[in-house]
């Protein structure tokens, strides 16, 4: 990123990674140790099922499985595709600035 002057462009790529993150921070409170908090989300059966219980942190998986339980599958595709997206934006805002 450095070489090519696209810190721009890799910040734009990075957004879930930073959503994530910003999530954990804001709705843990400040940071906190990992045994302290709540699982953001629990397995029952190879389904992955937001834990709605309050004090659980919010995370980006917490959010994709909000609506509906989901497989490992399904939230990887999930995020995969969420990273294509950033990626392609990122991408597409490297082609106008060239």
């Known amino acids: 990123m450095v070489l090519y002057n696209a810190g721009t462009q890799g910040?734009?790529?990075s957004l879930p990674y930073?959503?994530?993150g910003f999530l954990i921070v804001i709705t843990a409170r400040g940071f906190r140790p990992r045994e302290t908090?709540?699982?953001?989300v629990i397995v029952n059966d190879g389904v992955i099922h937001a834990n709605k219980t309050p004090g659980s942190p919010t995370t980006l998986v917490k959010l994709i499985v909000m609506r509906r339980p989901k497989t490992e599958r399904e939230v990887v595709r999930?995020?995969?595709?969420l990273f294509l997206i950033t990626s392609l934006a990122a991408l597409i805002l490297l082609?106008?600035?060239i």
Not at 37 to 40: A, E, I, M, T, W
Not at 78 to 81: G, T
């Open 95 to 97: 082609a106008f600035i």
């Open 37 to 40: 908090l709540k699982r953001p």
């Open 78 to 81: 999930d995020i995969l595709l």
């Open 18 to 20: 930073i959503i994530n």
């Open 11 to 13: 910040l734009i790529a």
